[in-house]
DNA sequence: GAGTGGTCTAGACCACCAG
DNA sequence: TGGTGGTCTAGACCACTCG
């Protein structure tokens, strides 16, 4: 007695919700508008709160949604391209739109795995931190490591930490005429200061940068920086950025 | 009458959960080791299944554990390091190592977005899907969009589709002499298609690499590659990869 | 068939934001 | 103060792998 077998795939329904949702995103709203809350959604679709939500981390996670706890659920804009790869690295924090702002530096221990990289003991290397703006919103945090060696005609006048000694330290990086730099992506999640400084929960998907700067043979300074997985298209290469990814996005997930 | 405040930062549970676990991982777990089930850590913990997983997403998300269904979680190795900036594109899947290996190729319209970057209208492209293998794994799957006109001596006599195909469309590629490229990344999940290839469930983190491929002035193909998330960790760069990733992230957490 | 992770439910309470 | 998303619970069943 075979059973009809019914050709069920079983696609789960948080799936099978999550390509509604993003059709529905595509041709009934508009970039901003905000969505039903969530209870009335998983009312709507007859599913349970849970199940709905799983729908809306993944259409979160592609960059379709932005989530506020207290607002609601609002459609995202297309991401933005953030260009990572130029040479000319914006070390002092200029006026330009795309500048990193230096916020704070402290003189500590590198992590184990930085001081590796910079061939350094356990001695105290400078920590700059930076902040990413674009378009007005924060998109990147940064730890810049560099260790006293780097940076020997450093200012005793300057102060020991705060933003005016974060931007001695990145003068005289800029001074020693870097020479090359090599880089990497993964994902993670973003840390409790982290989180805080790019508006989002912790545990929020980054994207981490490092970066190892070179100058007369060796390593002279290591940064790590985390940029908003959600709002964030990272552009490498000689020409400017491309400029597609909300459309692209919407192609994929059709096929 | 001011109450006390009792300064309770109110941590999730599951974000202390997953430190803890991290912790452990660290200093009792050897990579490839078996965790307990997830009912037995729950009931360890003292919390609801469901909020046991959501620690693990977390570690899962950053590449320290590693789930399948039916078997367990296991305790990951360190993220590879997968370099995707090199000039010399393995265009003819050779026998190297790190070698993108042709799987098939058709010829349908490409999606608007990569038609837009291709400046072609709504002609049929060839569509060369490759996979990436990394000692013995896949790690990333690619569908590489060619404009016939890209390749106009290709011959007839390859077979119309198929890896014979694949490959002959590489090579006809190759001959162009690739002048320079421009590349994205972005977080995204996986297609359906493409966590069969990756050994994913559907939806799975992934990196997406969108490279632009110049020749003679214009854009001559335009590769969308997707990485597998929780075990790669993307390098550009001159020099060779920068090793280091696991470490690293302990000590990020730590802090 | 036994055991694993994956999905789903129907509740509850909390932290946050705005009017 | 009311409404939002964020966290958490205690169950249930399913899909998958393996011996």
Redesign the interface.
């Known amino acids: 007695m075979g059973t009809t077998q019914l050709e069920s795939v079983q696609e789960p329904k948080y ?1 099978h919700l ?1 390509t509604v949702l993003s059709e529905a995103l595509d041709s009934d709203f508009a970039v901003g508008e905000i969505l039903p809350n969530e209870r009335d959604l998983a009312a709507r679709f007859g599913v349970a709160r849970a199940t709905l939500r799983q729908a809306l981390e ?1 259409l979160e ?3 379709r949604l932005q989530r506020r706890r207290g607002v609601g659920t609002t459609v995202a804009p297309p ?1 933005v ?1 953030v260009a990572v ?1 130029t040479a000319q690295h914006e070390w002092t924090g200029g006026v330009t739109g795309e500048a990193w702002q230096p916020v704070d530096c402290a003189s500590e221990a590198a ?4 001081a ?2 910079l061939g350094t003991g356990t001695e105290p290397v400078h920590v700059v931190r930076r902040i990413r703006d674009t378009h007005g919103q924060a998109v990147a945090a940064e730890l810049l490591y560099v260790p006293a060696s780097s940076v020997p005609d450093l200012s005793a006048i300057d102060a020991p930490s705060g933003t005016v000694r974060a931007r001695a330290v990145l003068r005289e990086l800029h001074r020693l005429g870097l020479e ?10 973003a ?1 409790a200061d982290d989180a805080k400084e790019l508006d989002r929960l ?2 929020a ?1 980054v ?1 981490v940068v ?1 970066t ?1 700067y ?1 100058a007369a043979g060796g390593t002279a300074a290591v940064s ?1 920086a985390t940029y908003r ?2 709002t ?11 400029e ?2 909300h ?9």
């Open positions: 799936w999550k993944q996670l592609e960059g991401r391209g790869s992590p184990s795995a930085v590796a990289m090359g730099q090599d880089r990497s992506v993964e994902l993670g999640s840390r912790p545990g998907p994207l490092t190892r070179f790590i997985a959600d964030c298209r990272l552009t490498f290469g000689d020409s400017g950025a491309l597609i990814s459309d692209e996005q919407q192609e994929r997930q059709a096929s």
